[in-house]
C-alpha cells in the first residue's frame, strides 16, 4: 500500500518509494510514502488562493461552526482511528490521547467564537482618544494573514499534532499544509480522508504532505506562518532559513524538552499526595512509551525521600506489563519505529555514564503477546543522579521513551535551580499540599517553563494531569523548548492575525470595526429598538430616553429594597473626608432607574436581557440632579439554532449610558440581550 498526499483537491502519491513504513508491534512492513515530486509551489499557492479566500469570507462564527460540525462528524466515526492507531504502538489509552484528544481541540477552538465579534476580522481592545473633541480615534483590528500556515508535526501524535495546530488556523481564516512525520503519516492520511469527504471544510483549507517533505518551505512568504514540533535541533536549522529571515517569517518552534515534576518538602511517604506524586510519574513514563513532549524527565526528590521513592516508583513500574495493545492486561505498547528503539538506547547508554540504572534493563525484559525483537519495544528505564551540579547530563541529554531520572534536592530553592539547569520546558509539575511552598515554587520557576502543575488530594480526582496541554491554555517554553507559543485560546488564533492600527473620525471607526463608537453619529430609534428584530437593528441607532429626577426618596427606597445601607447613601453626618458633598445615588440605583427610561414593556423580539459588562459610575449623582440615557446598538453577534425548535435569535450589546443635566456621563454600562430574529428558518 502507498500513502498518499492530498494536494490541489486532489489525492496523489509521490514519486518513488521514500520511506517504508512498519506496524511497530509485528515489525512488518505494510505500507510506504512519498512525496518525492510534488510541487511546493504550486500547491502553497493553491492554499492562498482558494482555501484563504474561501476561509476569509466565514466570519468568526461561521468558522466556529464548521469546526463544531467537523468535530461532531469525527467523533462519530471515532473507532475508524482506533483501529489504525495500534499499529503506531499505541495502546488504547494512548490512542485516546492522540484521538479524542485532538478531536477535543476543535470542540474547545469551536467554543471561542463566543468570544469573538460576528466578523471575519477582529477587534481588539478599546478605542484611543487622539483628539480634544473627540472626533479624532484610534483603534486596533486584527485579519487574518493572507498567506498558509505549513505545519511540520512529529510521529508521536499523528492526529493531535495535526489537529491542535489546523483548528487554530482555521479560527483565525487561514488555509494549512500539513506535514506530518513520515512515520505515522498512515494515521493522518486516515483521518484527512474523513475530513476531505466530509465537505464540511471549503477546498484548499487542508492539504496533507506525506513523506519527507524536502522543500516544503522553499516558498513561504510574508503572510506565511511555520510551525514545527520535533528536536530542537532541526528546528533551529528550519528556522534560520533564509526565506524566513528575509520575509521574516514566524515561524514557532515547540521543542522536546526536560520536564521535571517536584515531590514537595511536605509531602510524607504514605500519604495520599505521595501517592498521587508516585503515579503520576509512573504515568508519565509509560504513557505513549514516553512519546511525548511533557513527558517527565527528572523527578525532583528532597534527599531523605529518594530511597522510599525509587522503591515505591519501581514496585509500581514492574506491574507495567509491555506488549501488543490488543491482549488483555497490556499497558504499555511499543516506540514508534525501530529506529526510535536505537536513538533511545544511544541516549541511555549516554546517560548511563554519568549516573546509575536503579530500575530496567535494556535486554532482559519481557513482552506479551508480541516478538521484541521484532517490534519496537523498550523497557522503562528508571535512573538516580546523586550529584546533579556536577553530573549534568541529566540536564543536556533527552531519552525520547520510558526513561526517566531521579535526582535529590536539599531545599525548594535548590530544587528550582536544578529545574533551570534544564534550560528551558514545557511542563514542571509539584505535588505539594502547603500552598505557600506552591506560590514560592510557582512564582521563582515560572520564567522558565511554559506551563506549571501544582497536583494535590484537592485536585487530582480532575486534574489533566502533567503531560497533557489544554487548548485553552498556552503549550509552548522558553529556551530549549523552542520559545515558541501554540493554542492558548483566542492568544493562539491571533498568531495567524495581523495587528493593524486604524485612526479616523468615530463614524468611520463604527463602520469598520461595526461596533459603536463613543462620538459617532446616534440617529434616533423609530420605532423603539425594542420592537425591531435581530436583523433589522442598526449599530448606532439610539433610543433618547424621557428623564428622571433623583430623589432622597428614591435613595432611601432602593436602600430599603436593596439592603444597602452603605453610610455614604443613608448617613449625610458621615461624609468629612471622603469625596461626597452630600448624600449619593447608589450606583445601582441609576443603572436600575436606567432600565425603567430605557426599555420598552410591551412584547416583542427582544426575548431576555442576560447580562451586563463594563458597567462604570463615573460621576456622583445627588438629589436633585436629573438624569436621562442614550441607549444605543452597540454589536451585533448572530447565534445559531440549536435544534429545529430552537428560537432562531441574535445577541444585541446596548450601550447604556446614563448623564445627567449637563450632559456629562454619570454612569456606563453594556447589557447583553437575545434578540429574535424576524426570519425563523435561519
Known sequence: MKIKNYVMGEWVEGNGEETPLYNAITG???????????????????????????????????????????????????????????????????????????????FANASLRRQFPDLPYYVDGTAAPLSKNGTFIGHHIMVPKQGVAIHINAFNFPIWGMLEKIAVNFMAGVPAIVKPSE???????????????SKILPEGSLQLVCGL????????????????????????????????VENSVPFNLEADSLNACVLGEDIEPGSEDFDIFIKEVQKEITVKAGQKCTAVRRILVPESKVEVVQQALSARLEKNTIGDPSVEGVRMGSLATKIQVERVREKVELLAQSQQIVYGDLENFSVVGADKNKGAFFSPILFLNDDPFNKTDVHNVEAFGPVSTIIPYKSLSEAVEIVKMGKGSLVTSIVTASDQIAREFVVEAAHINGRILVLNSRCAKESTGHGSPMPLLTHGGPGRAGGGEEMGGK??????????????????????????????DQPEANPHVFRKHFEELEIGETVFTHKHTVTTTDIVNFANVSGDNFYAHMDETSLDGTIFEK??????????????????????????????DECRFTKPVYP????????????KIDQEKRD?????????????DIYDEEGETVGLATILTMVRKLDQSK
Not at 491 to 516: D, K, L, N, S
Not at 586 to 606: E, I, M, T
Request: hydrophobic share 40%; with cysteine; proline share 2%.
Open 213 to 244: 517533505g524536502r522543500g516544503i518551505v522553499d516558498y513561504v512568504d510574508n503572510q506565511d506562518v511555520v510551525t514545527f514540533t520535533g528536536s530542537a535541533h532541526t528546528g533551529r536549522m528550519l528556522k534560520s532559513l533564509p526565506q524566513f
Open 491 to 520: 492568544r493562539g488564533v491571533f498568531h495567524y492575525m495581523q495587528r493593524t492600527a486604524i485612526q479616523g473620525h468615530p463614524q468611520t471607526i463604527t463602520e469598520i470595526t461595526q461596533q459603536f463608537q463613543v462620538g459617532a
Open 624 to 635: 436633585g440632579a436629573t438624569i436621562g440615557v442614550r441607549f444605543t446598538v452597540k454589536e
Open 28 to 106: 512488518e512492513q505494510f505500507a510506504t510514502c512519498s512525496s518525492e515530486g510534488l510541487d511546493y509551489k504550486a500547491i502553497s499557492e493553491y492554499a492562498r488562493k482558494t482555501g484563504g479566500p474561501a476561509l476569509r469570507k466565514l466570519t468568526f462564527q461561521e468558522r466556529g461552526r464548521m469546526l463544531k460540525a467537523l468535530a461532531l462528524h469525527l467523533i462519530s466515526i471515532k473507532d475508524k482511528f482506533y483501529q489504525l492507531s495500534a499499529a503506531t504502538g499505541a495502546t488504547k489509552i494512548d490512542s485516546w490521547i492522540d484521538i479524542e484528544g485532538g478531536i477535543g481541540n476543535l
Open 583 to 612: 448624600r449619593v445615588a447608589h450606583g445601582y440605583f441609576l443603572l436600575s432607574k436606567a432600565a425603567g427610561l430605557f426599555v420598552d414593556p410591551k412584547k416583542g423580539p427582544v426575548l431576555l436581557n442576560y447580562g451586563i
Open 644 to 656: 429545529e425548535e430552537d428560537i432562531a435569535k441574535g445577541i444585541v450589546k446596548f450601550l447604556v
Open 183 to 197: 512515520y505515522t503519516c498512515y494515521l493522518t492520511e486516515l483521518m484527512v480522508k474523513e475530513i476531505i469527504a
